[in-house]
Nanobody, 126 residues
Framework: QVQLVESGGGLVQAGGSLRLSCAAS????????MGWFRQAPGKEREFVAA????????YYADSVKGRFTISRDNAKNMMYLQMNSLRPEDTAVYYC???????????????????WGQGTQVTVSS
């Protein structure tokens, strides 16, 4: 079973950048597909980005495409989300998630994921 811990959140002005990190422990990181989700106050948790076990394929929500970049370092058991050109509507708690899967597969539904971190707050001021 894998444990996930996010870090890197904070307060940033619109147009700024942040880099979120997700540290994994207790499992075989190479066997998990990974994803980022976010939840704003009063809203459902929504998909942001995901990538395959190798990191060779990535998927993004339309709302972040071209601004956010997901990546992973399997040697360090780490996943990242580089967020550029941030907007006030990006304000949310950001969660990393993992699930075991076959090579090359990826999931965008939150109920497909088995493991979750505790979340990190991102606040974008206008």
């Amino acid at each position: 079973q894998v444990q996930l811990v996010e870090s890197g959140g904070g307060l940033v002005q619109a147009g700024g950048s942040l880099r979120l990190s997700c540290a994994a422990s207790g499992g075989n990181f190479n066997s998990y597909i990974m994803g980022w989700f976010r939840q704003a106050p009063g809203k459902e948790r929504e998909f942001v980005a995901a990538l395959t076990r190798s990191g060779s394929r990535t998927y993004y929500a339309d709302s972040v495409k071209g601004r956010f970049t997901i990546s992973r370092d399997n040697a360090k058991n780490m996943m990242y989300l580089q967020m550029n050109s941030l907007r006030p509507e990006d304000t949310a708690v950001y969660y990393c998630a993992a699930r075991t899967a076959l090579p090359g597969s990826v999931y965008v539904r939150k109920d497909s994921y088995e493991y979750w971190g505790q979340g990190t707050q991102v606040t974008v001021s206008s």
